[in-house]
């Protein structure tokens, strides 16, 4: 008999207590029980005290891989003088100190744009300190004495000057006289040596993600749980016709029922497609593979749609199109810059170059799912949620419930990358429960997944650059055209900047090299394609066109890359650091070994609405053997601000680097009659594990508060690439994927 997956890793976990799998796991465990033991005491949003001694610290940043729950239990953890062994974590929900405004969101309960540290840093620290101080003060008055002759240490108040300590536990009845204090003291950077902060503390989620007891929303099972799988059309924009088999899968084996619903595009739910015909079919049965079966048998008539008139073909004519016009609005204006160009156009130090960047997809490796059980009055859903807020705010509207009957149960989400920001599967598994009076389970097939989901979209630019007689930019004019993310979801945004679009031109309008004229413009090319944000969003294609023109630029002025870069950095001092120690680290400079070329980027990740700055500076290095290539070693240095645990900056840049190198290297989207020819990972390329290079992190020090790592790597992948390409071969690389031939 075969063993499933969880029965495999149980397996290897009775192994492991033989042969430890994660030295050091037990030092926190997260708290999986939906409730928290009834004799656990509240000390504020984010703390619960246990009549062991043990902390429960609320995270309510969903665990989406980012290493968070560690990361955010870490701050609370040192602020409080906590026992690490002794705290447990658990995700937490639904109140106000739990949400966020970032991004152009309304604020509330999600993760995105790498700003959980940033944003719930401080709230952390000053629930620490709350819990820190309350317990020095009621130790101070259990002994009658001075709470300033008083210290904390792993969940002890001590007094040295007698030798008696007291457990947190023992303290908590105070809470009845103590008020907590709102402005409490903070520690110093002093008091701070020696504690939890930058320490490489293992991840809490690591363990039970390796003994197999961690919960996916795909693992979720609840007593007569039925299954849905869906059924969409051929093209994004059609609609059903009629089942010209329905009596016949619904006698198969297993199948309960055939849901109609819709498959809603961003279009629909930003108001600006009123067109909510059904175009979906939930099979719903009580196994997967007879739901699976079934709806792989369905014959429907499918009707296309007049918007369904598009192709690859055709987006890119409309963006060649759109390059050529006069139609841009302009982002950013400094100087004459297309007056200098102009005047310089027939000069040998006028450079140009087209880029280009296609319509990728999430592809997360844990399936889009979600649960639903709708009964009379109430809803209770399961799955991968990355917006608590918004799953319960549409199971809510799609239930008939009030939203305070709709309770959420978040689990891990194998995978993200945005795509479970938007809870679709959790809403069909809400129309299903309600249909067929079960709790029903959406698992969307890999093909459905990857054809009907929220894409970043494609992208094209065309710069223009004239170069003094030292070879650096007189002035640089960059035109970008594409389908624009805010233009859909967020139009008040574009509107409000005067018609750009700022995720066209996302850490590009706003650069902070030093050139003397500088012109940044867009144009916003509407098509019929719902969107949604991707890790590292607009910049994975904004920057790669940009810093590739950069290392063009040097080349053609006969310069190194990297004095190129210090100099027009030269008002940057922090990133001429990060910089400066990356290129030490990778030997730029150096011999390197026969047929081994470096290329490098960089890029100063301004946040949306300025949330953070990071630093980040990388160093590629390919091996070229003939017509064939690959990336062999990986060298990025990040200044993220202050570091609180030098493992998870890592994992995050680490993470960052492989995804990007999927697009370098494999991953687009081909559009034909309105629908996606890809629809699995044997022709939807993502990065291969044997194609993985080996990757060194540098990591500076930093005085600031933390500041965002988990996109920053993503944008300078392509770009470090396309200038080792075209040191290698003399050519210039200006579309991803790259070729996995060279032409030589």
């Given amino acids: 008999m075969a063993l499933s997956r969880r029965q495999f890793l149980k397996s290897a976990a009775i192994f492991s207590l033989v042969i430890p799998l994660i030295p050091g796991a037990n030092a926190a465990l997260?708290?999986?029980s939906p409730e928290?033991?009834?004799?656990?005491l509240p000390m504020n949003d984010w703390i619960w005290i246990g009549a062991d001694n043990q902390i429960v610290i609320g995270v309510s940043q969903c665990e989406v891989g980012q290493g968070i729950y560690t990361g955010l239990a870490t701050v609370l953890a040192s602020e409080m003088d906590a026992d690490w062994d002794k705290v447990k974590v658990k995700f937490v929900i639904g109140r106000d100190a739990y949400r966020q405004e970032s991004g152009g969101e309304e604020r509330s309960q999600f993760v995105a744009a790498s700003t959980s540290m940033t944003n719930f840093y401080q709230r952390m620290r000053v629930a620490g300190a709350q819990a820190r101080c309350f317990f020095i003060a009621a130790a101070a008055r259990e002994w009658n004495v001075d709470a300033q002759q008083l210290r904390t240490e792993n969940s002890?108040?001590?007094?040295?000057h007698r030798g008696k300590k007291i457990a947190y536990s023992d303290l908590i009845h105070w809470s009845q006289d103590i008020p907590l204090e709102a402005n409490p003291a903070l520690k110093t950077a002093e008091q701070e040596k020696g504690s939890l902060i930058g320490r490489n503390l293992p991840r809490i989620d690591c363990g039970e993600k390796v003994d197999g007891s961690a919960e996916f929303g795909i693992d979720v099972q609840v007593p007569d749980l039925h299954i849905g799988v869906p059924w969409m059309g051929p093209s994004l924009n059609g609609k059903l016709g009629s089942i010209r088999n329905e009596k016949q899968i619904l006698s198969l084996p297993g199948v309960i029922a055939l849901v109609r619903t819709r498959h809603w595009s961003t279009l629909n739910m930003a108001r600006l497609d009123p067109d909510m015909a059904p175009n979906t079919i939930i099979v719903v049965a009580r196994t997967y593979w007879q739901a699976k079966k079934a709806a792989d048998r369905l014959d429907v008539e499918w009707i296309f749609s007049d918007k369904d008139n598009f192709s690859s073909e055709t987006i890119n004519q409309d963006n060649k199109k759109a390059l050529e016009s006069d139609d841009f609005i302009t982002a950013t204006n400094i100087g004459d810059a297309q007056g200098i160009i102009d005047n310089g156009r027939n000069s040998s130090r006028f450079h140009e170059a087209r880029y280009k960047a296609p319509y990728i997809t999430h592809a997360?490796?844990?399936?889009?799912?979600?649960t639903c059980y709708v009964e009379k009055d109430r809803v209770t859903a399961w799955g991968p949620f990355q917006g608590q807020d918004l799953a319960q705010k549409l199971i809510s509207i799609f239930a008939g419930v009030p939203i305070e009957?709709?309770?959420?149960?978040?689990?891990?989400?194998?995978?993200?990358?945005?795509?479970?920001?938007?809870?679709?599967?959790?809403?069909?598994?809400?129309?299903a429960s309600k249909a067929t009076g079960k709790p029903v389970k959406v698992i969307y097939p890999r093909e459905v997944d990857i054809q009907h989901a929220y894409y970043r979209p494609g992208n094209t630019s065309h710069y223009q650059a004239l170069l003094d007689e030292d070879g650096y930019p007189l002035a640089l004019w960059a035109r970008y055209a594409g389908q624009g993310l805010?233009?859909?979801?967020?139009?008040?945004?574009?509107?409000?900047?005067?018609?750009?679009?700022?995720?066209?031109?996302?850490?590009?309008?706003?650069?902070?090299?030093?050139?003397p004229a500088l012109k940044v413009e867009s144009i916003t090319v509407e098509q019929n394609i719902s969107l949604s944000f991707l890790r590292g969003v607009g910049s994975v294609a904004s920057i790669f066109f940009l810093e590739s023109f950069i290392s063009e630029l040097a080349i053609k002025a006969n310069k190194d890359q990297l004095e190129y870069r210090m100099r027009l950095l030269k008002n940057e001092p922090e990133m001429q650091r990060v910089l400066k120690a990356t290129a030490d680290a990778a030997g730029w400079g150096n011999p390197l070994a026969d047929n081994h070329y470096q290329g490098m980027a960089v890029n100063i990740w301004v946040a949306r609405d300025e949330a953070f700055i990071s630093y980040v500076a990388l160093v590629a290095e390919i091996e070229v053997l003939g017509s064939a290539w690959k990336v062999t070693r990986m060298v990025c240095g990040v200044e993220c601000g202050k570091v609180i645990n030098p493992g998870l900056i890592k994992a995050n840049i680490e993470g960052g680097i492989g995804f990007a190198l999927s697009g370098a290297l494999h991953s687009q989207l081909h559009f034909e009659h309105g629908g996606i020819v890809e629809s699995n990972y044997n022709n939807y390329g993502v990065l291969q594990l044997s194609e993985q290079p080996e990757i060194e992190v540098v990591i500076l020090d930093s005085e600031r508060a933390p500041q965002g790592c988990g996109e920053v790597s993503t944008a300078v992948v392509t770009p470090a690439i396309a200038s080792a390409l075209q040191v290698a071969t003399g050519k210039t690389y200006t579309e991803m994927p790259f070729p996995a031939i060279l032409e030589r």
């Fill in 156 to 160: 002890f108040v001590i007094d040295d």
């Fill in 364 to 370: 997360t490796m844990e399936p889009c799912n979600g």
């Fill in 405 to 431: 009957n709709v309770t959420l149960h978040n689990t891990l989400l194998g995978g993200s990358y945005g795509r479970k920001y938007i809870p679709d599967p959790a809403m069909h598994a809400c129309l």
């Fill in 486 to 515: 805010f233009w859909q979801l967020h139009r008040s945004r574009v509107t409000k900047n005067g018609g750009w679009d700022e995720t066209i031109v996302e850490c590009v309008y706003n650069t902070r090299y030093d050139l």
């Fill in 30 to 32: 997260i708290y999986n």
């Fill in 36 to 40: 928290l033991p009834p004799d656990d």
